[in-house]
């Protein structure tokens, strides 16, 4: 059987359609399966179902078929990471979506055997964040309530960040606010995207497996239509543990640390 499929990808930079049509091609069912990349569920989707069969990446409705990230246990390693290096606050940095509260309660699971944790004040997420200028503001915000490489009740020692754009961008904006990265505080990111910009440490991530997710997709569509009345199915693959240079031991105490 051969298979036509159109993949589309929902540009977030771009200003945000009123409504998101399917392309062309399904509405004319000249493609036999569609595959669609929508970053998170704050991201617009099609009406559902489709003119034809399709399986969404990342993101979709409940009804339709998915493959995405296992965010909640890949998280769990970076916390275990950071727990195994001694890190016992650590602040998280996120948008408001369910892909950010996955990561941050694996990472929160990933701390809490040996008594680490990311306690309230330390949980930075805010509605329609990522960009660059939006991290650092947030970034910034952190060190007027918390004291970096402090790892008393008011500090932190390690930071954990949505995504590697933000990561990216958290780690220039505390070297420039003096604070060490990782000497006074270890960044984690998730992803595994250096960004053109960015020239600092190489990052500690999670390597999202692009590659196969695109081609579980593919495989999925390939069973959806030979399978059309089956159940939706939902496939999640781990984004394996990367270690990078922003993260080591945390200081023993920096009670006194203020960054310029």
């Known amino acids: 059987m051969s298979c036509g499929v159109e993949t589309v990808n929902i540009n977030r930079a771009a200003p945000a359609p009123l409504k998101w049509e399917w392309p062309l091609l399904a509405n004319r069912r000249q493609v036999d399966g569609v595959v669609l990349l929508v970053g998170d569920e704050t991201w617009l989707h099609p009406s559902f179902p489709g003119p034809v069969p399709s399986v969404f990446i990342f993101s979709g409705p409940p009804e339709a078929d998915v493959v995405t990230v296992g965010d909640l246990g890949s998280s769990v390693a970076l916390g275990q990471h950071l727990r195994r290096l001694g890190h016992r606050r650590v602040v998280y940095l996120g948008p408001q979506t369910d892909m950010s509260l996955r ?22 997420i805010r509605r329609n964040i990522g960009g660059r200028a939006a991290t650092v503001m947030l970034v910034d915000a952190i060190l007027q309530r918390l004291r970096p490489g402090d790892p008393g009740e008011n500090g932190f020692t ?73 159940p939706p199915r939902r496939l999640s693959l781990l984004a394996p543990f990367v270690a990078g240079e922003t993260t080591q031991t945390p200081p023993v105490s920096r009670t006194s640390h203020e960054p310029t």
């Open 158 to 230: 390690a930071m954990m960040v949505y995504n590697d754009y933000m990561a990216a961008a958290a780690v220039m904006r505390l070297r420039e606010r003096g604070v060490r990265v990782p000497e006074d505080v270890s960044v984690v990111g998730f992803d595994n995207v250096r960004p053109p910009w960015y020239d600092g440490p190489s990052l500690t991530t999670a390597a999202i497996p692009l590659e196969e997710i695109g081609a579980e997709a593919v495989r999925m569509l390939y069973w959806r239509l030979a399978h059309p009345d089956t």
């Open 103 to 124: 990561r941050l309660a694996g990472l929160r699971n990933g701390l809490d055997p040996c008594g680490g944790a990311v306690p309230a004040d330390c949980v930075w």
